[in-house]
């Protein structure tokens, strides 16, 4: 049971701002949204979350729409080093639940 | 670097072979997971782990496929008599996990199994 959709791919010109959508409707009150990104041969690395405010810290921000329903991640200034897939998760607050993985946003830099 | 530590980044083995896969977590992390990733797809949950306790298992592991972590440290994968199927990239991840808050994971660069 899908909890985010996200575009099968993206491209975005190096130096611009890559904005990567993700749908997540059924999204419930205890419900963060998570952020991940998997550079080719490595594990997956954990980027931003926010509950419902707008975060930022010093990989990208996150905009998250006022009634949760989407958000957007941003990487303000897009290199080639972000090429990557982008996965965006839903997940309780309670803690002991696991990540579950869709098939993410394949992100192409383009220089 | 002190992050999370998989070995060997590679293994090759024939079919019907047992094979084990270690991770060392960051210290201090006192949670350990285990994914599973084949091409194109996203990591897929195994196990994981709440110290040496083991907490939850899906149903992807098969009773070929044993995780442990004997001291709440390091953690072991082994996966008996390995069929073709097997091959992916197993993935460890381990966490700090507040009393209110899921906490990031922090993954490993994986051991990429080939079946032959």
């Known amino acids: 049971d899908a909890k985010t959709t996200q575009p099968t791919s993206m491209d975005c010109a190096e130096g611009r701002a890559a904005n990567l959508p993700c749908n997540h409707s059924t999204i419930s009150g205890n419900e963060y949204v998570y952020w991940y990104r998997q550079i080719h041969s490595q594990g997956p690395q954990y980027i931003i979350h926010g509950l419902k405010n707008n975060e930022t810290n010093e990989m990208a921000s996150l905009i998250i729409t006022e009634d949760r329903k989407s958000s957007t991640l941003i990487l303000p200034h897009a290199t080639l080093r972000d090429t990557a897939v982008y996965y965006c998760?839903?997940?309780?607050?309670?803690?002991?639940?696991?990540?579950?993985f869709g098939t993410g946003t394949r992100l192409t830099i383009i220089p | 670097d002190t992050g999370v530590s998989q070995n060997p980044r590679h293994k090759i083995t024939k079919r019907g072979q047992n094979v084990t896969f270690r991770c060392d977590p960051i210290?201090?992390?006192?949670?350990l997971y285990w994914y599973r990733q084949t091409l194109g797809q996203g990591p897929e949950f195994l196990t994981y782990f709440q110290n040496e306790a083991q907490l939850e298992k899906s149903r992807l592991l098969s009773d070929r496929f044993s995780a442990e972590r004997p001291k709440g440290s390091f953690s072991t994968l082994e996966i008996q008599r390995t069929e073709q199927g097997d091959s992916a990239m197993y993935l460890c991840a381990s966490s700090l996990p507040g009393k209110k808050l899921v906490s990031p994971l922090h993954f490993g660069n994986g051991t990429r199994l080939t079946v032959t």
């Open positions: 998760i839903v997940i309780s607050n309670f803690g002991n639940e696991k990540l579950t």
């Open positions: 210290s201090e992390h006192n949670r």
